[in-house]
């Protein structure tokens, strides 16, 4: 398999991080998407959306959609549970992160530290973090109950959550103001084969 991917994404990471715990050997091949690398006529030949990560199959097929590789990758594992309604309440949570947590919390993170500021991001980014701060608040409320976000167990769901939240300092958001998620960030990196960038 070979990982398509820019190595500062949580996108990426998600992918990075379940490869990592599952022991599986991949190739990684990095592009700057700042420097338009992901819209090259090869690369968009493999996702013509042009983002990343891709991840390409012994078999020449690429997956795009990071969320749509981690169901692909934990099929047949731990990270993926057999109940019907547990299955459910991992992709709630998997859509709740693409649509309200990463929009908010990985965008103030990607303009911050790698596009700057311009006046319209300057416009926009009190309220990015406020939906953000909205979000971080629904996962702490669940995490106030619950040690994981479905099964009662470590799924792709923490997985996809994971990944902008444990750096989302650096989107100016204050991680102290949840404790609960900050407990559960412990538990995720206490996990054996844990890493944070890993890419072989």
């Known amino acids: ?102 929009p908010n919390i990985a965008t103030p993170r990607f303009w911050l530290g790698h596009l700057g500021l311009n006046e319209e991001r300057k416009a926009q980014l009190a309220g990015k973090q406020a939906q953000g701060r909205a979000a971080l608040a629904v996962m702490d409320d669940h995490l106030s109950r619950h040690n994981w976000f479905a099964a009662e167990r470590y799924t792709i769901a923490d997985i996809a959550l994971y990944a902008y939240t444990h750096v989302a300092d650096e989107g100016g958001f204050d991680l102290a103001d949840y404790p609960h998620i900050g407990r559960w960030l412990d538990r995720i990196a206490s996990r054996p084969n844990h890493s944070l960038i890993t890419a072989e």
């Open 1 to 102: 398999m070979i990982l398509h991917d820019y190595l500062p994404s949580g996108n990426g990471y998600k992918v990075r991080l379940l490869l990592n715990l599952l022991q599986r050997p991949y190739e990684y091949r990095h592009y700057d998407i700042v420097q338009g690398e992901t819209r090259t006529p090869g690369f968009l030949a493999m996702n013509p959306a042009g983002k990343i990560p891709v991840l390409e199959l012994d078999d020449g097929r690429h997956l795009s959609e990071s969320n749509a590789i981690l169901y692909y990758l934990a099929q047949g594992t731990e990270y993926w549970p057999e109940s019907h309604w547990d299955q459910a309440q991992v992709l709630r949570w998997m859509s709740f992160e693409q649509y309200s947590h990463e």
